[in-house]
């Protein structure tokens, strides 16, 4: 079944995956656009799209396009914080808490809104020591953290006092198909194919990642049964040591090249912090479970990135 759909943050790694299934499915897809963006994911498929040019932070030019629009379904993925090197706070600000403000607040204006689902994060909790609830107190690391913090309030705020589908979903550490550089699966998986060492700046660190077309699944159950004023964790539930991800990466990139250890890490991995969602609300709220295991993700990733290396060459 089709729907007309309106997407922030489609340029970025979850949006593009996401506006890709949806032009599968047959969706009339609106995009918000920046002003001056590059949309390098979205090459491809962008004469299927109806983009639009307002600024996330323009409270009555969201308001306006999204009552022109009349979507059924917005996606709200638009940050900025997320990534290294996004640390104006002025920016997460702008983006992160004005942006997202203005987007609920129009959805909750729009009466053909059937169902927003709102991107959180799992830098929401903070450092925690056993595998990660919903109803965790939130105890954020990171400015980052702090806005999707309240990101994640508000919407639940319009969903109480307004009766607006909002959900949000926390996914952990999401990667595959276009993933930006910078992250670990990204330059791990480009330096064995490139013959370059990997470089791990703690063999211990953990991480409970997440294949990105699970992810998309995710969203789309979500948004076909929304779940209003509910938060839920989207992970593999599971955590594994990088050490370990390396190592299937290398077997399977059928490579050999050097690890290299003790590269500045980041500043939420102290010891014995856990990162694993329990994810059993998902299962019980929109029957979702993840579907690939992370060495059928890893391999499909790794098919990807070898047929898509020129996207990425200035980064190696």
């Known amino acids: ?176 198909p276009w993933q930006q550089p910078g992250r670990f699966m990204t330059n791990t998986i480009l330096s064995c194919l490139y013959g370059k060492p990997i470089k791990i700046s703690n063999p211990k660190t953990v991480r409970d990642f997440i294949f990105v077309d699970d992810v998309v699944r995710a969203f789309v159950m979500a948004a076909d049964k929304p779940c209003s004023g509910e938060v839920i964790n989207i992970g593999f539930g599971s955590q594994t040591t990088l050490k370990n991800i390396a190592e299937i990466i290398l077997k399977e990139a059928k490579t050999e090249v050097d690890i290299e250890y003790n590269i500045s890490g980041r500043s939420y991995d102290n010891a014995n912090i856990v990162w694993q969602a329990d994810i059993s609300k998902a299962k019980k709220l929109i029957n979702w479970n993840p579907k690939f295991s992370q060495k059928e993700a890893i391999i499909k990733t790794i098919k990807w990135f070898n047929e898509n290396k020129n996207l990425y060459k200035a980064n190696i």
């Open 1 to 176: 079944m089709s729907h007309k759909v309106f997407v922030t943050g489609a340029g970025g790694f979850i949006g593009a995956n996401l506006v890709h299934s949806f032009l599968k499915r047959g969706d009339e897809v609106h995009i918000l656009k920046r002003p001056q963006s590059v949309q390098w994911r979205l090459r491809d498929v962008k004469s299927k799209l109806k983009s639009h040019n307002v600024e996330i932070s323009d409270q009555s030019g969201i308001l306006r396009l999204i009552k022109k629009i009349r979507p059924e379904q917005v996606f709200h993925l638009a940050q900025y914080g997320g990534n290294p090197g996004e640390n104006d706070l002025a920016i997460i600000e702008k983006v992160m808490i004005i942006g997202t403000g203005a987007v609920l607040n129009a959805c909750a204006e729009t009466d053909s809104v059937k169902a927003v689902i709102n991107t959180g994060s799992f830098l929401e909790y903070g450092e925690k020591h056993v595998p990660i609830k919903e109803n965790m107190f939130l105890r954020p690391s990171t400015a980052y953290g702090c806005a999707k913090a309240w990101a994640t309030l508000y919407g639940q705020y319009l969903a109480k006092q307004k009766n607006i589908p909002i959900t949000t979903l926390r996914p952990t550490f999401v990667f595959g």
